[in-house]
């Protein structure tokens, strides 16, 4: 089916039906949510997208993963597909995100340890086998590419601790071996391959965790005895080799993780108490000696991972309880507060994480389901560009308008309510508190579907637009920012909606095309707030609505797309000169659009991106025209197909495109970013409500605010979009991430 009127029409009509039904219940209970600007929690930023990295050349799960002194990543051991314990292991190189074979362990395991020691080898030990614990200790030398079986274990264990001491011995303690649960430690000293038997922990421990602390004794935190998840704590002196009862955490847990704060704190986080997963974080403060509790994560973990990033925060990914997560979340330990990041590209639990030297963070195996172990390997980059939730708009709305004023405050305009209602209310957008306020609402009863332009004098003309499903408009209505009132202006010749409004470089505000609920215009007309009136002109060359109008360096308007005469997406593209008067046609585009987005980029170029083509689907290509040249480029294929979506420039010549729809009703929640300058496409992740008919506002400092939209319901949340690049790849995402042609340079591979 073509997206013409008429589907357009339905899409509307569907949307409106969707806000009856939600408005109107079914007597069922279900979790509400508080909205209100006093309830909702400012998240902190969310990160963007990075380099893909290839797979694992074997799944495992419960393996280890030791990042080696040449940066390097060494994967060992784990479980494979065929529920096998595996001795293979691999090794990660970053700079080429590939991986490579190297010997395999004397001993297949899984759930051993991995402790990278003082030399820069890798001392692998215990671990299971079917339902055996192993002693097997043996020492990987990436010099040499060869692994060393070494004086085994006094005790077979796995879901044990092995800490490097600061005199290069390792320490091990606790775990399990079958049905019996360990509190022995040992020691091991790499020097003299030998081990010392220690005394044991006050309990038996498995699944906890061991974090040395600034003065060189360690930290044993919760576990499982057998019987119960542990609270306990108890500290390990290496220089008396005695244990000392440390205080007891607000949680009963295991199968946690434990990180070390650069201030010595330690930080855990999840597990398990019970059958239940646990959201609960505690930090260990070696000074005072004592546990506090943090706030909490979004969602309870295990077999989760935490990586302490470059910057401080903290990065929790994957993990869950009886269904693993494919959400990752990040802690600022500055704010104590959380907030929501990319998600992986699928669930996985039972993974590992390691911070490369560059400061990313590679995911590699784990479960995605009960048994399904993963080869795919995720990479995150913190340097990317990241989301955070902010304070939501006074009321829900879509298909409103965004209206960036001359101080760096922004107005929303219009639109549909909560009950599928055109709105007349404004918001006033204050951008250094990044927070709504309501101005005058506007003369009419409610727009939507209208189009608005700031005047040269920073007043804000709203023209035209629908108020409920049928009633176009033509009137027209002036926002006075200085005296925060509106001021009704002559009605337009012609009623219409889905049109645009472009301010020239004249002053004056040229209004073209849209929909009368008909037809599609071709009618054009000028507003000059000089002396307050209309002129009609020389109609556009092809009838037409849902199209975009740029303004040129040189000052002509450019129209592109939008749905022609035939009620089916158009190709053609016309240009308005202001000088003159006149219409010319210029070259069309590669192929038909409507709902589509057009971007002056900094070099005079125009990007269009997206919308819906001939056949009434998703488009995932884009192109540039060339006002110069007159002539249309490829410019690459998208991340995702996408319609009605946003498309923002950004202070480093960057586009950000946001959420849409594949198929008009269906909202995504991905953004994406286009580089002009290596003519590529990227992941920048994903915000938090899927949406389109949204708004994005770019604010003073380069950050771009969404507001509103559809999303199932009639949406007012907020999120904002900070600039930097990254997030999570891998090679099955980076099929997606196809490149132009020309964007391939000499001797290089380009993924296509």
Not at 665 to 688: R, T
Request: glycine share 12%; net charge negative.
């Amino acid at each position: 089916m073509t997206v013409d009127s008429a589907r357009f029409g339905l899409i509307v009509l569907t949307v409106l039906i969707i806000l009856f039904i939600a408005a109107c219940g079914d007597n069922s209970e279900s979790p509400e949510t508080d909205n209100s600007p006093s309830s909702v929690v400012e998240s902190l930023p969310r990160k963007g997208s990075a380099t893909a990295p290839g797979s694992l050349f074997e799944a495992r799960i419960e393996h280890t993963a030791t990042l080696l002194a040449d940066g390097r990543v060494l994967a060992a051991g784990g479980v494979g597909r065929t529920d096998v314990e595996l001795a293979s292991a691999e090794l990660y190189d970053p700079d080429s995100g590939t991986w490579s074979a190297t010997a395999s362990m004397k001993q297949p395991r899984h759930r051993h340890t991995a402790t990278l020691l003082l030399d820069g080898r890798v001392l692998a030990l215990g671990g299971k086998v079917a339902q055996s614990g192993q002693n097997v200790a043996e020492i990987y030398d990436s010099a040499s590419n060869t692994w060393t079986l070494k004086s085994p274990m006094t005790t077979p264990r796995w879901s044990h601790t092995a800490t490097l001491l600061l005199n290069g011995t390792v320490l091990v303690t606790g775990g399990r071996d079958g049905p019996a649960f360990w509190n022995t430690a040992e020691v091991f000293d790499p020097a003299t391959d030998s081990w010392t038997t220690v005394p044991g922990m006050s309990v038996a421990r498995s699944q906890h965790t061991a974090s040395i602390l600034p003065d060189g004794t360690v930290l044993i935190a919760g576990g499982n005895d057998n019987a119960e998840a542990l609270s306990t704590s108890e500290i390990f002196d290496p220089l008396s080799l005695s244990w000392t009862a440390g205080p007891s955490m607000a949680d009963d847990r295991w199968a946690h993780t434990a990180n070390n704060f650069a201030d010595g704190r330690i930080l855990i986080i999840g597990g398990r108490k019970g059958s239940v997963s646990l959201s609960t974080v505690e930090v260990f403060d070696p000074d005072g000696n004592g546990w506090s509790q943090l706030s909490k994560m979004d969602v309870g973990r295990r077999g989760h991972s935490a990586t302490i990033l470059d910057d401080g925060r903290v990065l929790v990914a994957g993990g869950g309880g009886s269904v693993a997560l494919n959400t990752s979340e990040i802690y600022d330990p500055f704010g104590d507060v959380w907030s929501r990041t990319d998600n992986l590209l699928g669930p996985r639990r039972d993974h590992t994480a390691t911070l490369l030297r560059r400061g990313n963070v590679v995911i590699s195996g784990g479960r995605s389901g009960v048994f399904a172990s993963l080869k795919r390997t995720e990479l995150y980059d913190p340097a990317a560009g990241s989301w955070a939730v902010r304070a939501p708009l006074l009321e829900p709305r879509w298909g409103h308008l965004s209206v960036p004023l001359p101080d760096g405050n922004a107005l929303a305009i219009g639109g549909y309510g909560l009950s599928g209602q055109s709105l007349a209310t404004v918001e006033l957008l204050l951008a250094p508190s990044r927070k709504w306020t309501k101005t005058a609402p506007m003369a009419a009863s409610g727009r939507w579907g209208h189009a608005a332009t700031v005047l040269s004098d920073g007043r804000t003309l709203v023209t035209g637009g629908v108020i409920g499903v049928s009633a176009r408009l033509a009137s027209a209505e002036i926002y006075d920012m200085s005296t925060t009132t509106w001021i009704s202006v002559p009605d337009m010749a012609v009623p219409r909606e889905q049109h645009t409004a472009t301010l020239m470089s004249d002053g004056r505000a040229l209004i073209a095309g849209g929909w009368n609920g008909e037809r599609s215009l071709a009618e054009v007309e000028i507003f000059d707030p000089a002396t307050n009136s209309w002129l009609r002109i020389d109609p556009l060359g092809h009838p037409r609505w849902g199209h975009t109008a740029t303004t040129l360096l040189d000052g002509r308007v450019l129209i592109i797309g939008g749905v022609g005469a035939d009620d089916l997406p158009t190709d053609t593209v016309e240009k308005f000169d202001p000088g003159s008067g006149t219409w010319s046609s210029v070259s069309p585009m590669g192929q038909p659009r409507d709902g589509h987005t057009a971007t002056l980029l900094p070099d005079g170029k125009v990007l269009v991106i997206g919308g819906a083509g001939a056949d009434g689907q998703s488009l995932d290509s884009a192109e540039i025209y060339d006002p110069i040249a007159g002539a249309w480029t490829d410019a690459g294929v998208m991340v995702e197909p996408r319609r009605r979506h946003t498309a923002t420039l950004l202070s480093d010549g960057r586009v950000l495109v946001v959420a849409g729809s594949k198929d008009g009703v269906n909202p995504l929640a991905s953004a994406e970013l286009y580089s002009p300058f290596a003519g590529d496409w990227s992941s920048a992740g994903s915000i938090s409500d899927a949406r389109w008919g949204h708004i994005a506002v770019l604010l003073p400092e380069g950050e771009v605010l969404i507001a509103g939209g559809f999303g199932f319901n009639t949406l007012r949340t907020v999120e904002i979009y900070t600039p930097a690049g990254g997030g999570w790849s891998s090679s099955d995402r980076a099929v997606k991430l196809r490149h132009r042609e020309s964007g391939c340079e000499a001797g290089k591979v380009c993924i296509v």
